[in-house]
Protein backbone atom coordinates (compact mmCIF):
# COMPACT_ATOMS: atom_id res chain seq x y z
CA UNK A 1 0.00 0.00 0.00
CA UNK A 2 1.01 3.48 -0.73
CA UNK A 3 2.50 5.28 1.99
CA UNK A 4 3.28 8.62 0.76
CA UNK A 5 1.14 9.40 -2.94
CA UNK A 6 1.86 12.23 -5.52
CA UNK A 7 -0.71 13.06 -7.94
CA UNK A 8 0.22 15.47 -10.77
CA UNK A 9 2.62 18.14 -8.26
CA UNK A 10 3.50 21.46 -9.60
CA UNK A 11 5.34 23.99 -8.03
CA UNK A 12 5.66 27.13 -10.45
CA UNK A 13 8.17 30.06 -8.53
CA UNK A 14 6.98 33.29 -9.47
CA UNK A 15 9.74 35.69 -11.79
CA UNK A 16 9.33 39.12 -10.22
CA UNK A 17 10.43 42.68 -11.39
CA UNK A 18 9.60 46.08 -11.71
CA UNK A 19 11.18 48.17 -8.22
CA UNK A 20 8.92 46.54 -5.50
CA UNK A 21 9.09 43.29 -7.74
CA UNK A 22 5.65 43.34 -7.72
CA UNK A 23 5.24 42.44 -11.17
CA UNK A 24 5.13 38.63 -12.28
CA UNK A 25 7.01 38.29 -15.80
CA UNK A 26 6.83 34.47 -15.71
CA UNK A 27 7.29 31.54 -13.66
CA UNK A 28 10.37 29.11 -12.87
CA UNK A 29 8.44 25.30 -13.11
CA UNK A 30 10.64 23.71 -10.78
CA UNK A 31 8.25 20.99 -10.98
CA UNK A 32 5.92 20.49 -13.50
CA UNK A 33 3.53 17.46 -13.24
CA UNK A 34 4.94 14.69 -10.39
CA UNK A 35 3.18 11.85 -9.61
CA UNK A 36 4.89 9.07 -7.81
CA UNK A 37 3.91 6.47 -5.08
CA UNK A 38 6.13 5.26 -2.07
CA UNK A 39 4.76 2.39 -0.56
CA UNK A 40 5.18 1.48 3.24
CA UNK A 41 8.87 0.13 4.33
CA UNK A 42 10.12 0.76 1.06
CA UNK A 43 13.06 2.86 -0.37
CA UNK A 44 11.83 5.38 -3.69
CA UNK A 45 15.32 6.74 -4.86
CA UNK A 46 14.85 10.04 -7.06
CA UNK A 47 17.84 10.76 -9.58
CA UNK A 48 18.57 13.72 -12.08
CA UNK A 49 21.15 16.40 -12.69
CA UNK A 50 21.48 19.60 -10.93
CA UNK A 51 18.32 21.93 -11.49
CA UNK A 52 16.31 19.08 -12.52
CA UNK A 53 14.00 19.88 -9.06
CA UNK A 54 14.51 17.04 -6.85
CA UNK A 55 15.03 19.56 -4.07
CA UNK A 56 12.00 21.69 -4.90
CA UNK A 57 10.20 18.40 -5.01
CA UNK A 58 11.34 16.78 -1.27
CA UNK A 59 10.89 20.52 0.22
CA UNK A 60 6.90 20.67 -1.04
CA UNK A 61 6.15 17.43 0.08
CA UNK A 62 7.40 18.54 3.32
CA UNK A 63 5.12 21.61 2.41
CA UNK A 64 8.68 23.84 2.80
CA UNK A 65 7.65 25.31 -0.04
CA UNK A 66 4.33 26.46 -1.32
CA UNK A 67 2.79 23.64 -3.69
CA UNK A 68 1.41 25.51 -7.26
CA UNK A 69 -1.09 22.44 -8.00
CA UNK A 70 -1.71 18.46 -7.12
CA UNK A 71 -2.28 16.04 -4.45
CA UNK A 72 0.43 15.28 -1.51
CA UNK A 73 -1.32 12.37 -0.10
CA UNK A 74 0.24 10.71 3.80
CA UNK A 75 -1.78 8.00 4.71
CA UNK A 76 -4.83 8.69 3.04
CA UNK A 77 -4.70 12.85 4.32
CA UNK A 78 -3.71 15.49 1.26
CA UNK A 79 -0.73 17.93 2.71
CA UNK A 80 -1.28 19.78 0.01
CA UNK A 81 -4.81 21.62 1.11
CA UNK A 82 -4.10 21.00 4.70
CA UNK A 83 -4.16 24.11 7.00
CA UNK A 84 -0.54 25.16 8.46
CA UNK A 85 -2.34 24.71 12.10
CA UNK A 86 -3.19 20.82 10.77
CA UNK A 87 0.06 20.54 9.13
CA UNK A 88 1.66 21.03 12.45
CA UNK A 89 0.89 17.92 13.06
CA UNK A 90 1.69 16.15 10.18
CA UNK A 91 5.73 17.58 9.96
CA UNK A 92 6.71 15.07 12.43
CA UNK A 93 5.32 12.32 10.23
CA UNK A 94 7.79 13.39 7.72
CA UNK A 95 11.45 14.07 8.40
CA UNK A 96 14.04 15.14 6.18
CA UNK A 97 18.09 14.64 6.36
CA UNK A 98 19.92 17.21 4.89
CA UNK A 99 22.71 16.97 2.22
CA UNK A 100 25.05 18.92 4.56
CA UNK A 101 25.15 17.57 8.06
CA UNK A 102 27.35 20.70 9.71
CA UNK A 103 25.16 23.48 8.22
CA UNK A 104 21.80 21.67 9.49
CA UNK A 105 22.89 21.84 12.84
CA UNK A 106 22.74 24.58 15.41
CA UNK A 107 26.71 25.28 16.54
CA UNK A 108 25.82 27.11 19.16
CA UNK A 109 23.30 23.66 20.84
CA UNK A 110 24.62 20.54 22.27
CA UNK A 111 23.73 17.34 20.90
CA UNK A 112 20.60 16.85 23.59
CA UNK A 113 19.21 20.17 22.94
CA UNK A 114 19.11 19.99 19.07
CA UNK A 115 17.38 16.58 19.19
CA UNK A 116 15.20 17.01 22.38
CA UNK A 117 13.93 20.31 20.76
CA UNK A 118 11.94 18.56 18.23
CA UNK A 119 10.29 16.14 20.99
CA UNK A 120 9.31 18.61 22.95
CA UNK A 121 7.31 20.83 20.37
CA UNK A 122 5.81 17.45 19.26
CA UNK A 123 4.96 16.59 22.83
CA UNK A 124 7.65 13.65 22.66
CA UNK A 125 8.37 12.39 26.28
CA UNK A 126 6.73 13.50 29.33
CA UNK A 127 10.02 15.15 30.16
CA UNK A 128 13.66 15.73 29.50
CA UNK A 129 14.43 12.53 31.60
CA UNK A 130 12.57 10.51 29.26
CA UNK A 131 13.82 12.53 26.47
CA UNK A 132 16.99 12.26 27.04
CA UNK A 133 16.79 8.70 27.39
CA UNK A 134 15.11 8.29 24.14
CA UNK A 135 17.64 10.04 22.86
CA UNK A 136 20.38 7.67 23.93
CA UNK A 137 19.10 5.19 22.74
CA UNK A 138 18.67 6.53 19.06
CA UNK A 139 21.80 7.31 19.46
CA UNK A 140 23.07 4.28 20.46
CA UNK A 141 21.69 2.89 16.99
CA UNK A 142 23.14 5.24 15.11
CA UNK A 143 26.08 4.13 16.25
CA UNK A 144 27.17 7.19 18.21
CA UNK A 145 28.31 6.86 21.79
CA UNK A 146 25.86 8.05 24.61
CA UNK A 147 28.32 10.71 25.59
CA UNK A 148 27.34 12.45 22.56
CA UNK A 149 25.03 13.99 23.95
CA UNK A 150 27.00 16.51 25.74
CA UNK A 151 29.13 17.70 22.64
CA UNK A 152 28.55 20.15 20.00
CA UNK A 153 28.47 19.43 15.79
CA UNK A 154 32.03 20.21 15.46
CA UNK A 155 33.29 18.12 17.72
CA UNK A 156 32.36 15.25 15.22
CA UNK A 157 33.61 14.24 11.68
CA UNK A 158 31.29 15.11 8.71
CA UNK A 159 30.14 11.38 8.90
CA UNK A 160 29.02 11.10 12.24
CA UNK A 161 27.46 14.43 12.08
CA UNK A 162 25.37 12.75 9.32
CA UNK A 163 24.17 10.33 11.46
CA UNK A 164 23.25 12.88 14.04
CA UNK A 165 21.33 14.50 11.46
CA UNK A 166 19.62 10.76 11.14
CA UNK A 167 18.86 10.84 14.72
CA UNK A 168 16.89 13.97 14.78
CA UNK A 169 14.94 12.55 12.29
CA UNK A 170 14.20 9.25 14.14
CA UNK A 171 13.57 10.80 17.57
CA UNK A 172 10.45 12.20 16.01
CA UNK A 173 9.38 8.29 15.06
CA UNK A 174 8.49 9.50 11.06
CA UNK A 175 6.24 7.40 8.86
CA UNK A 176 8.70 8.54 5.95
CA UNK A 177 12.16 9.89 6.42
CA UNK A 178 13.00 12.06 3.07
CA UNK A 179 16.78 12.29 2.72
CA UNK A 180 18.50 14.86 -0.05
CA UNK A 181 21.33 14.31 -1.24
CA UNK A 182 22.27 12.32 2.28
CA UNK A 183 25.93 11.48 1.30
CA UNK A 184 27.00 13.50 -1.50
CA UNK A 185 28.94 16.18 1.29
CA UNK A 186 30.81 13.17 2.80
CA UNK A 187 33.84 11.94 1.72
CA UNK A 188 33.72 9.12 -0.48
CA UNK A 189 35.09 6.40 1.84
CA UNK A 190 32.24 7.51 4.58
CA UNK A 191 29.71 6.99 1.95
CA UNK A 192 29.04 3.36 1.77
CA UNK A 193 28.72 3.24 6.02
CA UNK A 194 25.92 5.93 5.75
CA UNK A 195 23.90 4.37 3.09
CA UNK A 196 24.30 0.58 4.62
CA UNK A 197 23.22 2.73 8.36
CA UNK A 198 19.84 4.03 6.50
CA UNK A 199 19.55 0.46 5.15
CA UNK A 200 19.67 -0.91 8.67
CA UNK A 201 17.61 1.13 10.23
CA UNK A 202 14.67 0.63 7.56
CA UNK A 203 15.13 -2.87 8.25
CA UNK A 204 14.85 -2.88 12.70
CA UNK A 205 12.31 0.34 11.82
CA UNK A 206 10.26 -0.26 8.91
CA UNK A 207 11.48 3.02 7.56
CA UNK A 208 10.06 4.71 4.29
CA UNK A 209 12.38 6.97 2.75
CA UNK A 210 12.24 9.53 -0.35
CA UNK A 211 15.82 9.52 -0.99
CA UNK A 212 17.10 12.46 -3.25
CA UNK A 213 20.50 11.50 -5.25
CA UNK A 214 22.34 13.14 -8.46
CA UNK A 215 24.88 10.14 -8.43
CA UNK A 216 23.05 6.99 -10.10
CA UNK A 217 25.52 4.52 -7.88
CA UNK A 218 24.00 5.73 -4.68
CA UNK A 219 20.17 5.30 -5.77
CA UNK A 220 20.66 1.91 -7.26
CA UNK A 221 22.22 0.35 -3.92
CA UNK A 222 19.18 1.60 -1.78
CA UNK A 223 16.15 1.61 -3.91
CA UNK A 224 13.34 -0.20 -4.49
CA UNK A 225 12.08 2.10 -7.64
CA UNK A 226 13.87 4.34 -9.15
CA UNK A 227 12.23 8.11 -11.08
CA UNK A 228 14.32 9.40 -13.36
CA UNK A 229 13.65 13.67 -13.60
CA UNK A 230 13.96 15.95 -16.14
CA UNK A 231 13.76 19.30 -15.98
CA UNK A 232 10.27 18.84 -13.52
CA UNK A 233 9.22 15.71 -14.56
CA UNK A 234 9.71 12.55 -14.62
CA UNK A 235 10.85 10.74 -17.92
CA UNK A 236 11.37 7.27 -16.61
CA UNK A 237 10.46 5.15 -13.64
CA UNK A 238 10.94 1.21 -12.55
CA UNK A 239 11.95 -0.82 -10.19
CA UNK A 240 15.59 -0.41 -9.92
CA UNK A 241 16.89 -3.61 -11.13
CA UNK A 242 14.93 -3.60 -14.46
CA UNK A 243 15.78 0.26 -14.62
CA UNK A 244 19.99 -0.62 -14.30
CA UNK A 245 19.32 -3.75 -16.69
CA UNK A 246 17.62 -2.05 -19.63
CA UNK A 247 16.80 1.47 -19.11
CA UNK A 248 14.18 2.96 -21.87
CA UNK A 249 14.12 6.70 -21.84
CA UNK A 250 16.87 8.00 -24.23
CA UNK A 251 17.85 10.35 -21.21
CA UNK A 252 18.70 7.47 -19.00
CA UNK A 253 20.58 5.93 -21.18
CA UNK A 254 22.63 8.83 -21.69
CA UNK A 255 23.03 9.03 -17.43
CA UNK A 256 23.68 5.19 -17.48
CA UNK A 257 26.11 5.07 -19.98
CA UNK A 258 28.44 7.75 -18.60
CA UNK A 259 28.46 5.45 -15.79
CA UNK A 260 32.03 3.01 -16.41
CA UNK A 261 31.74 -0.41 -16.63
CA UNK A 262 34.24 -2.50 -14.63
CA UNK A 263 34.69 -5.10 -17.12
CA UNK A 264 38.04 -3.11 -19.53
CA UNK A 265 36.53 -5.55 -22.59
CA UNK A 266 33.05 -4.65 -21.89
CA UNK A 267 34.02 -0.86 -21.05
CA UNK A 268 36.22 -0.72 -24.42
CA UNK A 269 32.99 -2.20 -27.02
CA UNK A 270 30.11 -0.23 -25.51
CA UNK A 271 29.47 2.93 -26.82
CA UNK A 272 28.22 6.46 -24.76
CA UNK A 273 25.77 9.16 -25.42
CA UNK A 274 27.34 12.37 -25.09
CA UNK A 275 24.04 14.92 -24.72
CA UNK A 276 25.25 18.62 -26.18
CA UNK A 277 24.49 21.45 -24.47
CA UNK A 278 23.05 22.34 -20.97
CA UNK A 279 20.19 21.52 -19.14
CA UNK A 280 17.38 24.44 -20.77
CA UNK A 281 15.93 26.99 -18.33
CA UNK A 282 12.95 25.45 -16.59
CA UNK A 283 11.88 29.27 -16.69
CA UNK A 284 11.41 28.57 -20.24
CA UNK A 285 11.38 24.90 -20.78
CA UNK A 286 11.02 23.54 -24.26
CA UNK A 287 8.06 22.62 -26.12
CA UNK A 288 6.66 18.94 -26.35
CA UNK A 289 9.30 16.39 -24.39
CA UNK A 290 11.00 18.33 -22.75
CA UNK A 291 14.30 16.11 -23.54
CA UNK A 292 13.52 16.94 -27.27
CA UNK A 293 16.48 19.52 -27.61
CA UNK A 294 19.08 16.99 -26.53
CA UNK A 295 17.84 13.80 -27.89
CA UNK A 296 19.70 11.29 -29.95
CA UNK A 297 16.52 9.91 -30.67
CA UNK A 298 14.61 12.69 -31.61
CA UNK A 299 11.70 12.85 -34.26
CA UNK A 300 9.81 15.61 -36.31
CA UNK A 301 7.58 16.75 -35.45
CA UNK A 302 5.80 14.80 -32.33
CA UNK A 303 8.52 15.31 -30.13
CA UNK A 304 8.42 18.99 -30.70
CA UNK A 305 5.14 19.62 -30.15
CA UNK A 306 3.23 16.61 -28.27
CA UNK A 307 4.14 16.40 -24.36
CA UNK A 308 4.98 12.27 -23.50
CA UNK A 309 2.61 10.91 -20.99
CA UNK A 310 4.50 8.73 -18.36
CA UNK A 311 3.20 4.99 -20.13
CA UNK A 312 3.51 1.69 -17.92
CA UNK A 313 5.26 -0.59 -20.78
CA UNK A 314 4.97 -3.50 -18.54
CA UNK A 315 6.20 -4.65 -15.04
CA UNK A 316 5.69 -1.33 -13.40
CA UNK A 317 8.59 0.18 -16.16
CA UNK A 318 7.59 3.50 -17.48
CA UNK A 319 8.44 5.79 -19.80
CA UNK A 320 7.71 9.29 -21.00
CA UNK A 321 8.89 8.82 -24.18
CA UNK A 322 6.25 8.71 -27.61
CA UNK A 323 9.28 6.42 -29.32
CA UNK A 324 10.19 3.90 -26.35
CA UNK A 325 9.00 0.84 -28.07
CA UNK A 326 10.57 1.95 -31.20
CA UNK A 327 13.73 2.48 -29.52
CA UNK A 328 14.16 -0.70 -28.51
CA UNK A 329 13.13 -2.89 -31.18
CA UNK A 330 15.43 -1.01 -33.22
CA UNK A 331 12.88 0.48 -35.70
CA UNK A 332 13.05 4.03 -34.30
CA UNK A 333 16.47 5.39 -35.94
CA UNK A 334 19.02 7.97 -34.33
CA UNK A 335 18.75 11.85 -35.76
CA UNK A 336 21.61 13.05 -33.99
CA UNK A 337 21.52 15.98 -31.41
CA UNK A 338 24.17 13.77 -29.30
CA UNK A 339 26.89 12.39 -30.06
CA UNK A 340 27.08 8.63 -29.60
CA UNK A 341 30.78 7.48 -29.33
CA UNK A 342 32.94 4.17 -27.78
CA UNK A 343 33.16 4.68 -23.90
CA UNK A 344 37.53 4.60 -24.48
CA UNK A 345 37.00 7.30 -26.87
CA UNK A 346 34.83 9.92 -25.23
CA UNK A 347 38.20 12.51 -24.83
CA UNK A 348 37.34 12.92 -28.74
CA UNK A 349 34.13 14.95 -28.20
CA UNK A 350 33.88 17.98 -26.62
CA UNK A 351 30.74 18.23 -23.82
CA UNK A 352 29.71 21.34 -22.76
CA UNK A 353 31.31 22.62 -19.38
CA UNK A 354 28.16 22.24 -17.72
CA UNK A 355 26.40 19.42 -19.20
CA UNK A 356 25.85 16.34 -17.02
CA UNK A 357 28.41 14.69 -19.47
CA UNK A 358 31.06 16.95 -18.47
CA UNK A 359 30.56 16.32 -14.64
CA UNK A 360 30.07 12.94 -15.21
CA UNK A 361 33.94 13.01 -16.95
CA UNK A 362 35.10 14.36 -13.89
CA UNK A 363 33.40 12.23 -11.21
CA UNK A 364 33.74 9.61 -13.48
CA UNK A 365 36.48 8.18 -10.77
CA UNK A 366 34.69 9.19 -8.26
CA UNK A 367 31.34 7.43 -8.84
CA UNK A 368 33.36 4.48 -9.68
CA UNK A 369 35.37 4.71 -6.13
CA UNK A 370 32.28 5.25 -4.44
CA UNK A 371 30.11 1.81 -5.89
CA UNK A 372 33.52 0.26 -5.07
CA UNK A 373 32.76 1.43 -1.55
CA UNK A 374 29.32 0.42 -1.60
CA UNK A 375 29.81 -2.79 -2.57
CA UNK A 376 32.80 -4.01 -1.13
CA UNK A 377 33.19 -2.18 2.36
CA UNK A 378 32.85 -4.68 5.12
CA UNK A 379 30.23 -2.52 7.79
CA UNK A 380 30.25 -3.12 11.58
CA UNK A 381 27.18 -5.10 12.58
CA UNK A 382 25.24 -2.89 14.90
CA UNK A 383 26.23 -4.94 18.08
CA UNK A 384 29.82 -4.26 17.55
CA UNK A 385 29.45 -0.96 16.65
CA UNK A 386 27.17 -0.03 20.14
CA UNK A 387 29.94 -2.70 22.18
CA UNK A 388 32.07 -0.54 21.33
CA UNK A 389 30.52 2.92 21.68
CA UNK A 390 30.57 1.55 25.28
CA UNK A 391 33.90 0.46 26.00
CA UNK A 392 35.13 3.10 24.53
CA UNK A 393 36.33 6.33 26.92
CA UNK A 394 37.56 8.77 24.89
CA UNK A 395 38.59 12.56 26.11
CA UNK A 396 35.89 14.84 25.13
CA UNK A 397 37.20 17.59 23.12
CA UNK A 398 37.15 21.26 24.24
CA UNK A 399 33.94 23.16 24.44
CA UNK A 400 33.00 25.80 21.87
CA UNK A 401 35.30 28.92 22.79
CA UNK A 402 37.95 27.04 24.74
CA UNK A 403 39.87 26.69 21.63
CA UNK A 404 39.62 26.64 18.12
CA UNK A 405 37.24 24.37 16.63
CA UNK A 406 39.07 21.02 15.79
CA UNK A 407 37.78 19.99 12.46
CA UNK A 408 38.99 17.13 11.13
CA UNK A 409 39.41 16.96 7.34
CA UNK A 410 36.97 14.39 5.82
CA UNK A 411 39.80 11.90 4.86
CA UNK A 412 41.14 11.16 8.14
CA UNK A 413 37.02 10.63 9.02
CA UNK A 414 38.58 7.09 10.47
CA UNK A 415 36.64 4.54 9.54
CA UNK A 416 33.55 6.07 10.85
CA UNK A 417 33.75 4.34 14.17
CA UNK A 418 31.71 5.89 17.10
CA UNK A 419 32.62 6.21 20.22
CA UNK A 420 35.33 9.37 18.83
N1 LIG B 1 12.75 29.78 -4.37
C1 LIG B 1 13.00 29.69 -5.67
N2 LIG B 1 12.65 30.69 -6.50
C2 LIG B 1 12.87 30.59 -7.83
N3 LIG B 1 13.46 29.54 -8.42
C3 LIG B 1 13.84 28.52 -7.65
C4 LIG B 1 13.64 28.53 -6.23
N4 LIG B 1 14.12 27.35 -5.72
C5 LIG B 1 14.60 26.66 -6.78
N5 LIG B 1 14.43 27.35 -7.92
C6 LIG B 1 14.80 26.91 -9.27
O1 LIG B 1 14.12 25.69 -9.52
C7 LIG B 1 14.92 24.82 -10.29
C8 LIG B 1 15.03 23.49 -9.58
O2 LIG B 1 15.85 23.69 -8.41
P1 LIG B 1 16.17 22.50 -7.39
O3 LIG B 1 17.07 23.03 -6.34
O4 LIG B 1 14.91 21.87 -6.95
O5 LIG B 1 16.95 21.47 -8.32
P2 LIG B 1 17.81 20.21 -7.91
O6 LIG B 1 17.56 19.20 -8.95
O7 LIG B 1 17.55 19.84 -6.51
O8 LIG B 1 19.28 20.76 -8.07
P3 LIG B 1 20.46 20.71 -7.03
O9 LIG B 1 20.84 19.27 -6.92
O10 LIG B 1 21.52 21.57 -7.67
O11 LIG B 1 19.91 21.31 -5.76
C9 LIG B 1 16.26 25.51 -10.48
O12 LIG B 1 16.27 26.13 -11.75
C10 LIG B 1 16.29 26.54 -9.40
O13 LIG B 1 17.03 27.67 -9.79
Redesign the pocket.
Known amino acids: MSLLELNDVKVH?PVRKGVLFNRTVGH?Y?VDGISLNVEAGQTYGLV?E????????GRAVLRL?DVTDGEIVLDGTDLAKLPDEEMRRFRRRLQMVFQDPLGSLNPRQNIESILSEGMAAHGIGANQEERRERIKEILTRVGLPANALSRYPHEFSGGQRQRIGIARALVLEPDVIICD?PVSALDVSIQAQVINLLEELQEQLGLTYLVIA?DLAVVRHISDVIGVMYLGSLVEEAPSDALYAAPKHPYTKALMSAVPVPDPEVEDRRERILLRGDLPS?ANPPTGCRFHTRCPWKQETRCATERPELVDLGDGHKVACHFAAGIEAGTVKRTGAAAIVPAGKTDTVPAARTSPEASAETAKAETAKAEAVVQDEPVKAESEVSAEAEVRDEPVKPAPGEAEASEKPEASDESEAPGK
Do not use: D, W
Open positions: FVAGSGCGKTTLVEHP
